[in-house]
């Protein structure tokens, strides 16, 4: 079908047609009349024409959504005739080789619904500039690789606005006529315009005090609404460990006399790293141990650490232009979670963060909207952050780190910061400077920038006896994706070792070498194919690879159940040790029909949980971990048609039959656990909750009143909100006859608090019943949701459609079209927030006939509407494909 004619067909950005600016903006002055109705925005431009410019080159400077008031150059107006205006922005012909342009527009903060560029979150004005919000604020060439020094003044009236934020340092302040009132901000550093913020408003705040290793000393801020003010204290003791962290690991200290973050309540994405001045979704700030869960504390302490390290991993050096957005978000999320690591248990995170990358960026990978960690063209950029740029991104990070080693890798990220400080650079100069500080070469290594799609790892294993050699022949292939056919081999790190009947490591000589080095090693695959052959090996050994998920490749080996017993059992690699278990119930759940999962079947699985269950020596939480069954999105990467309902029958099965089979010992374990001391997020303590309340999940689905009595007297007698959740969730997953009353109850008494709301509203969108698509769709009109509000939308819309699939693919069509329909009204309203939600229908192949068929007819109307925005008709067309 052809778009209508009223609808311009989007242009789409390609990386090779990159060109440098033709223009600088040496520095910008900009000054603010706040007005939620009519801002008013003067912009100073001092220019300068690049070396390389042909003069006569006309300026081009972006906008969006202005009202242009007046132009002048060098203080004279300018004729009409020498600018300009058109959908894009506005060209000014005939420049001086250098001058000042100063431009007056006229914005509408509190009629900003899409949260790009100035837009009003409860009453207070705040910024959303990356990637293209800057235009939509004032004419300028938004591009990463124009940076400049900031000044900015902010007027507004000081009732409403008393506190009034911008990047950098205060340099003045004073009244104004009217009640108004001023605050002049400078920031010392060259930026490019989408790390600009502003933050005007009746805010609170907290402070404290951070002194770096060269003993500056930094004012702490974080600025909330103030009725949150008293669940700040955990994101400010993060910022104060990132900090640290930071120093320790990379020697990088923090550069301004005041670091500043801002909650609000409206915001699209997580977090927002503008220079010195962050704004955060408020989910990613407040926490109180009557509100917030344990992964709530976990989150905000990675998000606030993402957001400080992108100080020097994208601010400082940051991006040439958005096809290196990995360049930062890669190497940031890679810190963050070693961050997370070094903080917590190294074992729990690395497993959560290949459980994030295997079900959603494998998925990704696999499917019509995959592209490179390097992405080479897109229509709207607001779409490319995505898992792939950065989970995926962070795991060829990652891998740079495995290859050189932690020293190798430091001296490398040294030479990268110390070379390119101040530059906009690409991901090309990050993997030039490792390879330039250690004298080694990374060309192979690039395919990861560059290649999209999951590679698979096959591996084979001949033990010889009379030699007492072991081989293992390693062999890669990546399946095509779209615009790439046929791929170059990867450079594959695989750490791996190998264990003896008795569950022992062995020591490792390949072939060649004159002994033993070490019993964990990592083998480079380069070729398609490689054998290595390992000597002096008794008895045929069990192999253990990947070990810490080494790269993101799907592993295939086809491993006895009584060597992944094994492993799960004596493996030291938390990682490979949680994987045995897992592909041992994957193997169950993917093999047999539910009603088989019973008895003889399941004993092996009963047996081996029985030994997690008891191993006090393991910490609780990987426990827990190794005794959840895998996800539904995951085992979904496994079979050729997803038919959710199975999928979700299997799990459920399997889940209650181990439920029944060691009902004594999930409940003897419930009741070890119980704690009665203050609340603490630390990770011992989250670790045993976690355990605890998965033992609750496991009671629960014997349905039984002793099982339910159990959860309620949880609910009722929870000092935190952990615990608290579990138990509701355990209930609205039940039959359980009190579970209304329940959720009614939850309501009542947090309905003040817009993101415990929250959680009641996923809650609901996720539970497994029949009636689901029904509530969620009576909850769209209750007043707790709204579409205006990003968090909402997600908790309950893609909650269902993400989050739900046995509700979300009804055989009747009914949640495709519920969802449809909302993402049309939404993408009027807020396109990046609609694109995302559309990300559920991408994978419609995927499903049987009649599903692809309700799916497609969704993603078709989305892409024809008139009117549709760039970002969901990228979407829609892409998947389409
Ligand atoms: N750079 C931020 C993420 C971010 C990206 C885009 C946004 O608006 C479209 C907002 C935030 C980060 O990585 O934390
Ligand atoms: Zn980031």
């Given at each position: 079908?052809?778009?209508?004619?009223?609808?311009?067909?989007?242009?789409?950005?390609?990386?090779?047609?990159?060109?440098?600016?033709?223009?600088?903006?040496?520095?910008?002055?900009?000054?603010?009349?706040?007005?939620?109705?009519?801002?008013?925005?003067?912009?100073?431009?001092?220019?300068?024409?690049?070396?390389?410019?042909?003069?006569?080159?006309?300026?081009?400077?972006?906008?969006?959504?202005?009202?242009?008031?007046?132009?002048?150059?060098?203080?004279?107006?300018?004729?009409?005739?020498?600018?300009?205006?058109?959908?894009?922005?506005?060209?000014?012909?005939?420049?001086?080789?250098?001058?000042?342009?100063?431009?007056?527009?006229?914005?509408?903060?509190?009629?900003?619904?899409?949260?790009?560029?100035?837009?009003?979150?409860?009453?207070?004005?705040?910024?959303?500039?990356?990637?293209?919000?800057?235009?939509?604020?004032?004419?300028?060439?938004?591009?990463?690789?124009?940076?400049?020094?900031?000044?900015?003044?902010?007027?507004?009236?000081?009732?409403?606005?008393?506190?009034?934020?911008?990047?950098?340092?205060?340099?003045?302040?004073?009244?104004?006529?009217?009640?108004?009132?001023?605050?002049?901000?400078?920031?010392?550093?060259?930026?490019?315009?989408?790390?600009?913020?502003?933050?005007?408003?009746?805010?609170?705040?907290?402070?404290?005090?951070?002194?770096?290793?060269?003993?500056?000393?930094?004012?702490?801020?974080?600025?909330?609404?103030?009725?949150?003010?008293?669940?700040?204290?955990?994101?400010?003791?993060?910022?104060?460990?990132?900090?640290?962290?930071?120093?320790?690991?990379?020697?990088?200290?923090?550069?301004?006399?005041?670091?500043?973050?801002?909650?609000?309540?409206?915001?699209?994405?997580?977090?927002?790293?503008?220079?010195?001045?962050?704004?955060?979704?408020?989910?990613?700030?407040?926490?109180?141990?009557?509100?917030?869960?344990?992964?709530?504390?976990?989150?905000?302490?990675?998000?606030?650490?993402?957001?400080?390290?992108?100080?020097?991993?994208?601010?400082?050096?940051?991006?040439?232009?958005?096809?290196?957005?990995?360049?930062?978000?890669?190497?940031?999320?890679?810190?963050?979670?070693?961050?997370?690591?070094?903080?917590?248990?190294?074992?729990?995170?690395r497993?959560?963060?290949v459980?994030?990358l295997r079900?959603?960026q494998f998925?990704?990978d696999a499917?019509?909207?995959?592209?490179?960690?390097?992405?080479?063209?897109?229509?709207?950029?607001?779409?490319?952050?995505?898992?792939?740029?950065?989970?995926k991104?962070?795991e060829v990070?990652r891998m740079l780190h495995t290859l050189l080693g932690?020293?190798?890798?430091?001296?490398?990220?040294?030479?990268?910061?110390?070379?390119?400080?101040?530059?906009?650079?690409?991901?090309?100069?990050?993997?030039?400077?490792?390879?330039?500080?250690?004298?080694v070469s990374l060309r192979q290594f690039r395919c990861w920038y560059d290649q999209a799609g999951t590679p698979e790892l096959t591996v084979e294993r001949h033990y010889d006896p009379?030699a007492c050699t072991f081989a293992l022949t390693l062999r890669q292939q990546c399946p095509a994706t779209?615009?790439?056919?046929a791929k170059q081999p990867f450079h594959i790190p695989v750490a791996m070792g190998l264990r003896d009947?008795?569950?022992?490591a062995l020591p490792l000589r390949l072939y060649g070498e004159?002994?033993a080095v070490g019993e964990s090693r990592v083998l480079e695959l380069c070729q398609e194919e490689e054998t290595f052959v390992f000597q002096d090996i008794?008895a045929e050994p069990v192999p253990v690879l990947l070990r810490g998920f080494s790269a993101p490749v799907k592993l295939n080996l086809d491993y006895r159940?009584?060597e992944l017993?094994l492993l799960?059992?004596?493996e030291d690699d938390?990682f490979c040790r949680?994987e045995a278990?897992q592909t041992?119930?994957r193997?169950?759940?993917?093999?047999?029909?539910?009603?088989?999962?019973?008895?003889?079947?399941?004993?092996?699985?009963?047996?081996?949980?029985?030994?997690?269950?008891?191993?006090?020596?393991?910490?609780?939480?990987?426990?827990?971990?190794?005794?959840?069954?895998?996800?539904?999105?995951?085992?979904?990467e496994f079979?050729?048609?997803?038919?959710?309902?199975?999928?979700?029958?299997?799990?459920?099965?399997?889940?209650?039959?181990?439920?029944?089979?060691?009902?004594?010992?999930?409940?003897?374990?419930?009741?070890?656990?119980?704690?009665?001391?203050?609340?603490?997020?630390?990770?011992?303590?989250?670790?045993?909750?976690?355990?605890?309340?998965?033992?609750?999940?496991?009671?629960?689905?014997?349905?039984?009143?002793?099982?339910?009595?159990?959860?309620?007297?949880?609910?009722?007698?929870?000092?935190?909100?952990?615990?608290?959740?579990?138990?509701?969730?355990?209930?609205?997953?039940?039959?359980?006859?009190?579970?209304?009353?329940?959720?009614?109850?939850?309501?009542?008494?947090?309905?003040?608090?817009?993101?415990?709301?929250?959680?009641?509203?996923?809650?609901?969108?996720?539970?497994?019943?029949?009636?689901?698509?029904?509530?969620?769709?009576?909850?769209?009109?209750?007043?707790?949701?709204?579409?205006?509000?990003?968090?909402?939308?997600?908790?309950?819309?893609?909650?269902?459609?993400?989050?739900?699939?046995?509700?979300?693919?009804?055989?009747?069509?009914?949640?495709?079209?519920?969802?449809?329909?909302?993402?049309?009204?939404?993408?009027?309203?807020?396109?990046?927030?609609?694109?995302?939600?559309?990300?559920?229908?991408?994978?419609?192949?995927?499903?049987?006939?009649?599903?692809?068929?309700?799916?497609?007819?969704?993603?078709?109307?989305?892409?024809?509407?008139?009117?549709?925005?760039?970002?969901?008709?990228?979407?829609?067309?892409?998947?389409?494909?």
């Amino acid at each position: 079908m052809d778009r209508k004619a009223d609808t311009p067909k989007p242009v789409t950005v390609y990386l090779k047609d990159y060109q440098p600016p033709a223009w600088h903006i040496e520095a910008v002055e900009l000054d603010f009349d706040l007005d939620p109705d009519a801002t008013r925005v003067r912009s100073r431009l001092h220019f300068r024409r690049a070396q390389e410019t042909a003069p006569g080159t006309p300026l081009h400077l972006d906008g969006e959504a202005l009202e242009l008031l007046g132009i002048s150059l060098d203080g004279e107006p300018l004729a009409a005739d020498r600018y300009r205006l058109d959908e894009a922005g506005l060209e000014v012909r005939d420049l001086p080789e250098t001058g000042l342009l100063e431009i007056e527009t006229r914005i509408q903060p509190a009629a900003n619904t899409e949260l790009s560029g100035l837009y009003t979150s409860s009453g207070n004005f705040c910024t959303q500039c990356e990637a293209e919000g800057f235009r939509r604020i004032t004419f300028y060439p938004d591009r990463p690789d124009v940076m400049a020094c900031f000044t900015t003044t902010l007027r507004a009236d000081k009732s409403a606005c008393p506190v009034l934020l911008s990047n950098g340092n205060p340099v003045a302040s004073g009244e104004l006529e009217d009640g108004r009132h001023y605050v002049t901000w400078q920031d010392p550093f060259p930026k490019p315009c989408y790390l600009f913020a502003l933050v005007a408003g009746d805010l609170g705040w907290i402070e404290d005090r951070f002194v770096t290793r060269s003993g500056r000393e930094v004012d702490l801020y974080i600025y909330v609404q103030k009725h949150n003010l008293d669940k700040c204290d955990h994101a400010m003791a993060s910022l104060k460990r990132a900090m640290k962290w930071d120093e320790a690991v990379y020697g990088r200290e923090y550069d301004l006399d005041r670091y500043m973050i801002v909650a609000v309540d409206d915001f699209n994405m997580g977090a927002m790293e503008n220079k010195g001045l962050n704004i955060f979704n408020s989910r990613y700030v407040l926490a109180r141990p009557d509100t917030a869960t344990d992964s709530d504390y976990q989150n905000i302490e990675g998000v606030i650490g993402h957001e400080y390290f992108h100080n020097w991993s994208g601010n400082r050096v940051t991006c040439r232009d958005w096809f290196q957005l990995s360049l930062k978000e890669g190497f940031t999320v890679f810190r963050d979670q070693e961050f997370s690591a070094d903080m917590n248990s190294r074992g729990v995170q690395r497993i959560t963060d290949v459980n994030i990358l295997r079900t959603h960026q494998f998925r990704e990978d696999a499917g019509p909207m995959a592209h490179p960690v390097k992405p080479d063209h897109y229509v709207a950029i607001d779409n490319f952050y995505t898992v792939t740029v950065y989970n995926k991104g962070a795991e060829v990070v990652r891998m740079l780190h495995t290859l050189l080693g932690p020293e190798a890798f430091r001296r490398g990220c040294d030479r990268y910061f110390e070379r390119h400080d101040g530059q906009a650079v690409t991901t090309d100069d990050f993997v030039n400077a490792l390879e330039a500080a250690n004298g080694v070469s990374l060309r192979q290594f690039r395919c990861w920038y560059d290649q999209a799609g999951t590679p698979e790892l096959t591996v084979e294993r001949h033990y010889d006896p009379q030699a007492c050699t072991f081989a293992l022949t390693l062999r890669q292939q990546c399946p095509a994706t779209p615009g790439q056919s046929a791929k170059q081999p990867f450079h594959i790190p695989v750490a791996m070792g190998l264990r003896d009947g008795e569950g022992r490591a062995l020591p490792l000589r390949l072939y060649g070498e004159a002994q033993a080095v070490g019993e964990s090693r990592v083998l480079e695959l380069c070729q398609e194919e490689e054998t290595f052959v390992f000597q002096d090996i008794a008895a045929e050994p069990v192999p253990v690879l990947l070990r810490g998920f080494s790269a993101p490749v799907k592993l295939n080996l086809d491993y006895r159940d009584a060597e992944l017993a094994l492993l799960s059992a004596h493996e030291d690699d938390p990682f490979c040790r949680w994987e045995a278990g897992q592909t041992l119930a994957r193997r169950l759940l993917l093999t047999h029909p539910p009603e088989a999962l019973t008895g003889e079947l399941i004993q092996p699985l009963v047996e081996a949980c029985r030994h997690t269950l008891d191993d006090a020596a393991l910490d609780p939480a990987l426990r827990a971990l190794a005794l959840t069954l895998p996800g539904e999105g995951y085992l979904a990467e496994f079979v050729d048609t997803i038919e959710p309902q199975q999928l979700h029958g299997a799990r459920e099965a399997l889940r209650r039959a181990l439920a029944q089979a060691l009902r004594p010992e999930w409940e003897a374990c419930y009741q070890a656990l119980t704690e009665t001391g203050p609340y603490s997020p630390d990770a011992a303590a989250a670790g045993r909750r976690r355990l605890r309340n998965l033992c609750l999940n496991y009671l629960i689905a014997c349905e039984d009143e002793a099982a339910y009595e159990l959860a309620l007297g949880q609910y009722r007698s929870a000092t935190n909100m952990t615990d608290s959740l579990a138990a509701l969730q355990a209930l609205v997953n039940s039959d359980c006859p009190q579970r209304e009353a329940v959720l009614e109850d939850f309501y009542s008494r947090w309905q003040a608090d817009t993101l415990v709301v929250d959680k009641w509203l996923s809650l609901q969108a996720t539970a497994a019943r029949p009636d689901t698509l029904d509530r969620v769709q009576a909850l769209t009109g209750h007043p707790a949701f709204s579409l205006a509000n990003p968090n909402k939308v997600y908790s309950l819309l893609r909650a269902f459609a993400q989050g739900n699939p046995v509700g979300f693919h009804n055989e009747s069509g009914a949640g495709y079209r519920f969802i449809g329909e909302q993402i049309r009204t939404l993408d009027a309203r807020n396109p990046q927030v609609a694109a995302r939600l559309a990300a559920a229908f991408t994978d419609w192949r995927r499903y049987n006939p009649a599903r692809q068929a309700g799916m497609r007819e969704q993603l078709q109307t989305m892409r024809d509407a008139p009117g549709v925005s760039r970002d969901l008709y990228e979407i829609a067309e892409r998947s389409l494909g």
